[in-house]
DNA sequence: CTCTGTGCAAAGCGTTTGCAAACGA
DNA sequence: TCGTTTGCAAACGCTTTGCACAGAG
């Protein structure tokens, strides 16, 4: 808990029940959309509001506490701020893998002429769970 | 014109003039969301109704006439469907341009244990124009 | 103690739906 | 002609807003 805490502050954010409860909800499912995040901790914090958890999810947005998903078709999720990463999105079970960009993915992506900042890399298939299927 | 009647036959769809000019539109934008289909074809065809793009984007989605791509914190924009490719999206100034993924960039992305269908990769900063000012 | 954050209810908007009339094949 | 599509208006549902009270620093 205080490590969220400590987060939070290092944002210049104060550190709320509430905002420790979503990033720790965030932290347990690795990529959640709000909805979940509600249900997850309604059943915790009974008087816990939605617009609590938009308001403060737009602000740990702004302040690089969090990052948003977007995936095709379905409602964005978020997770914590790391380094950029590849999402392999499972088409059969909604499951969500990280994977590190490689140093040599990450050198065919420099493009000449384009000042990049950040990547977002969302590979869509089959999990090797439902592959098994 | 006659393409895009071909176009949607081959994917099962009527041609009518709405679903011309709405791929029309997307083919001269390159990426264009919802609304902006709408600025550009009330001009022509006042009667056209916002229902019947919203109907016809998620039917021409699903035929793969069209492609959803979802940007950051933005409405989603769409294009016409063709092989997948990089966006190099400026933060700047909004643009977005296509760029194929290499042969080493594929290569790069085979992952172990999933089967890959499709890859969505957007690269976010800054474009030639921009860094010139 | 002061200022920010929360919760509730209402407002706001983008998107979807139902249906009669128009249209494509 | 027959089944599909369109346009309109109403309905819907997600997201945002305003405000009084509670809580963090």
Redesign the interface.
């Known amino acids: 808990m205080t490590d969220y805490i400590t987060l939070l502050k290092e944002n210049d954010l104060k550190a709320t029940i509430q905002r420790t409860s979503i990033l720790k909800s965030i932290k347990q499912a690795g990529h959640i959309n709000i909805d979940d995040i509600y249900e997850v901790l309604k059943e915790q914090y009974p008087t816990l509001s939605l617009a609590t958890i938009y308001k403060n999810i737009i602000l740990m947005q702004q302040n690089s506490v969090i990052i948003?998903v977007?995936?095709?078709?379905e409602k964005s999720k978020y997770e914590l701020k790391k380094d950029d990463h590849?999402h392999?999105i499972c088409?059969s079970c909604g499951e969500i893998?990280d994977?590190e960009i490689?140093v040599?993915?990450k050198e065919?992506?420099e493009?000449s002429?384009?000042?990049?900042?950040?990547?977002?890399?969302?590979?869509?298939?089959?999990?090797?769970v439902c592959?098994g299927r």
């Open positions: 948003e977007p995936i095709n078709g590849i392999l088409q893998q994977r490689s040599k993915t065919t992506l493009i002429n384009f000042q990049l900042n950040s990547s977002q890399i969302n590979l869509y298939g089959v999990c090797q592959q």
